[in-house]
């Protein structure tokens, strides 16, 4: 089974493609498109404009998804959205536009999944993860231990700090003497507790660019950055001549938010003493597939077989020269010691009831399997199934990710069974009448499925 | 509110237009509003060179072509060297902004200008970016201004070549502009009927060239018009870099493959083939209606977000909707023709041959 998993950001959207082969995640793609928010933005609300980009991003996401096979796309936002006043019609339009629904998380689900997308760095000994986000970051311990989450991230130390788009010299100061009083207070682990820093997420992806440009990658094929070299470049993103043409090159979309990033991870691998910073390729959008599966989550996804089949159920023509003469019906022969007055108006009662005010015209078996048959959409050619898939099709189907208790063949009967409306008082019936009133019935509009 | 302006880059047609929208806008809805021009683009910001321009220096301006301010190339890769001093000409630009006290700064440029305005942004400067070029190729918007009336200059000049070669029974390529993106050439090929159009962007086969026009020639065909856009490709050359596709361009004593390609389908066809090169009339001469219509819309929707302080945006064009787009997300983006593109294909299918 093929997973697409979007996830938007303040400054972009990516994507990643992953396989499930029931026991084993295998990301095939990854993806990211710039597309920087805050300039959308009227005060905290996302201006039309705004959601007409996110609209086209996501769409375009969408469909790269669809070509590379995936079955299930899930799309999610951390504070990206979150934080905008009208993140929910955001949300709205973006489900109408596209039809896949947003799935909003908190920033202690985001860094969750950071952790779990992780855990298979726990093999060093002391590692320590960094996701620096929009809105929160998080330290925390991958063998197990503290978790440290802090309520702001790199938007509300720009808000804060910064008087225009990039940290000034003084500017910088006044972050780092903040971050770490915060740290202090925190009571994050000093130099000697830590031996390795793992870094996750769309800020540390861009440091990781910016390094490259400047450094070129290193040989090892690791995403690692030296400590040593790592400073030069956060000292070159504040006060370098060439930083403002290092960023839009290398990560345009980081403009607003990659030099205070870059001050927080200096800043922590200093205290830390680390003298490796490592940048995972693993961040949320692989911790949420896992806690998708395994069923610790569940979000709303989009299923790209359901646009492809739709179905269209064609509206009944009638014709006023067939209009069927309503016939008396004859009186139904009462029971024994059942009042004849009762015996008929049960026997109306329990004959196959038909759609009020518009006559229908009798019609054979055939005409009516005919009718009945799952139609396709014109048009649009299908390919031949076998017997064997339209059954697997048609067969009831669960929800992903939401685990199911075992049934007994009773249980499972009696849910199946046919219920009834709760509140309604019923009067006791025979199983005449039962089975007469759970005959196939004729609704209009409503597709029957093949018993 | 002060305002600079400044316009950079090759001219075209529409730039005066934008200037006068953005000036008419600014002084009709700004209050307390001044105006100043940069002459000379990015080269004026530099030397910290300004003009004050009153509301009647922006009357009759809507039906001039070029643009009064005057224009130059400033290469992008130039702005973040230092030079003698020690300062960078982003340096420079950036505290002449501030000395100039400018509020905000329209920069009317191509690509390349709206890279250098993304840095300006990215130093702190008010920048709002307007899309300029005749070859439409700025990322972000569904056209530029300018564009169309180098599509009706180009269109006209390949009316006037048909004549002439279908009076000597002559297949004549011409060469229109476009190093990158060949969407002048495209548009202009259609309209003039060109039998054989090629872009950049598909790189074309000399083979397939030279049969399209055999072929219509044994069809009764008098003559054949070639579309060539001067970054058109062979396809041998495709996988080159580009330094070595000017190399072995120059060792034939050529920068394009337009007279390399009129002598090959000469000695091909057995047929009088000739070539000319449209130059510099596609970016003169007064904007067309369209263009005026266009650039008065933009100039007025940038005066717009100045008044309302949005800034480090360009304005773009989005359907039939006048909207803007954030400069980092377009900077150093081309808009290029897809070769699968909706166009491209209904020229194919009416018989349009593009080298493929």
């Known amino acids: ?451 | 509110m002060k305002i600079g302006i400044l316009t950079s880059g090759g001219d075209c047609a529409g730039l005066n237009a934008v200037m006068r929208a953005i000036g008419l806008y600014a002084y009709e809805n700004i209050k307390n509003c001044e105006i100043v021009g940069i002459p000379e683009g990015y080269g004026g910001l530099i030397r910290g060179e300004s003009a004050p321009m009153s509301r009647s220096d922006f009357e009759g301006l809507l039906n001039v072509g070029g643009t009064v301010l005057g224009t130059r190339r400033t290469p992008f890769k130039t702005m973040t060297v230092p030079e003698e001093g020690g300062a960078t000409r982003l340096e420079r630009m950036r505290a002449n902004y501030k000395k100039m006290g400018l509020d905000c700064l329209f920069t009317l440029g191509g690509a390349g200008t709206h890279r250098t305005a993304a840095l300006l942004c990215a130093e702190g400067c008010n920048v709002i970016g307007l899309p300029k070029t005749i070859d439409n190729d700025i990322y972000g918007t569904d056209v530029t201004f300018g564009f169309h009336t180098a599509v009706d200059v180009a269109t006209e000049a390949i009316d006037r070549v048909r004549t002439t070669a279908a009076s000597h029974g002559r297949t004549i390529l011409v060469e229109v502009m476009g190093n990158k993106a060949g969407w002048l050439t495209l548009y202009a090929g259609i309209a003039a009927g060109a039998e054989v159009i090629l872009l950049p962007e598909i790189p074309f086969n000399i083979d397939r060239v030279c049969e399209a026009v055999r072929r219509n020639y044994e069809k009764g065909k008098p003559c054949n018009v070639i579309a060539v856009a001067e970054g058109a490709i062979l396809d041998s050359e495709a996988a080159y870099k580009k330094k070595e596709r000017a190399f072995v361009r120059t060792e034939r004593g050529e920068t394009t493959v337009t007279a390399h390609l009129a002598e090959v389908i000469g000695e091909r066809t057995g047929m009088e083939t000739r070539h000319t090169v449209l130059g510099y009339i596609q970016r003169g001469g007064n904007p067309s209606a369209y263009d005026r219509i266009l650039s008065s819309r933009l100039g007025s929707f940038a005066g717009k977000l100045a008044a309302e302080g949005r800034f480090g945006v360009t304005v773009a064009v989005a359907g039939r909707e006048i909207t803007f787009n954030a400069l980092p997300e377009i900077a150093g983006k081309y808009k290029l023709v897809e070769p699968d593109s909706e166009i491209v294909r209904s020229a194919e299918d009416i018989g349009v041959c593009l080298g493929r």
């Not at chain 1, 006043?85 to 339009?93: A, Q």
């Not at chain 1, 799935?103 to 999944?113: L, P, V």
């Open chain 1, 1 to 451: 089974m093929k997973y697409c998993i979007i996830d938007i950001s303040s400054s972009g959207i990516s994507l990643i493609v992953a396989e499930h082969d029931g026991s084993e995640i295998n990301v095939s793609f990854r993806d990211r498109a710039s597309l920087t928010l805050v300039h959308y933005m009227d005060g905290r609300r996302l201006t039309s404009r705004g959601v007409e980009k996110l609209v086209a991003a996501v769409r375009v996401m969408k469909e790269k998804g669809r070509k590379l096979g995936a079955d299930e796309l899930y799309l999610i936002s951390t504070a990206a959205l979150r934080t905008m006043e009208n993140f929910e019609d955001v949300g709205k339009e973006v489900l109408l536009k596209t039809g896949v629904p947003v799935n909003f998380i908190s920033g202690e689900t985001e860094a969750y999944c950071d952790y779990v997308a992780n855990t298979g760095y726990s093999v060093y000994p002391n590692t320590a993860l960094l996701d620096v986000g929009g809105a929160s970051m998080e330290v925390c311990a991958l063998d197990g231990g503290e978790r440290h989450y802090f309520d702001f991230g790199v938007i509300q130390l720009h808000d804060k700090f910064v008087d225009r788009i990039q940290p000034e010299e003084k500017e910088a100061k006044r972050i780092k003497k903040f971050l770490e009083r915060r740290f202090d207070k925190a009571e994050l682990p000093e130099e000697g507790e830590v031996s390795t820093m793992i870094t996750v997420g769309a800020n540390a992806n861009a440091l990781y660019d910016l390094y490259a440009e400047m450094f070129g990658a290193e040989s090892s094929g690791v995403r690692a950055m030296k400590y040593k070299k790592f400073k030069k470049l956060a000292k070159t993103l504040i006060c370098g001549q060439e930083r403002s043409r290092l960023i839009l090159d290398a990560a345009p979309e980081k403009l607003y938010s990659v030099g205070i990033a870059a001050l927080v991870t200096k800043t922590l691998a200093k205290r830390f003493g680390a003298k490796d910073i490592i940048v995972s390729d693993h961040g949320v959008k692989e911790g949420y597939l896992r806690l998708i599966l395994s069923g610790e989550l569940i979000g709303a996804g989009y299923r790209y077989a359901d646009e492809e089949e739709a179905f269209f159920f064609d509206p009944v023509t009638e014709d006023a020269s067939d209009v069927r003469e309503e016939t008396a019906e004859e009186p139904v022969p009462s029971e024994a010691g059942v009042p004849a007055e009762e015996a008929q108006e049960a026997a109306e009662e329990s004959a196959p009831k038909r759609h009020r005010g518009r006559p229908r015209k009798e019609r054979s078996e055939e005409e009516l399997a005919a009718e009945n048959a799952p139609k396709r959409h014109r048009g649009r050619p299908r390919k031949e199934r076998t017997e064997e898939e339209l059954a697997a099709e048609n067969a009831p189907k669960r929800h992903r990710g939401r685990p199911r208790k075992e049934r007994t063949e009773e249980e499972l009967a009696a849910e199946n069974a046919p219920k009834r409306h709760r509140g309604r008082p019923r009067k006791e019936r025979t199983e005449e009448e039962l089975a007469a009133e759970n005959a196939p019935k004729h609704h209009r509009g409503r597709p029957r499925k093949e018993e």
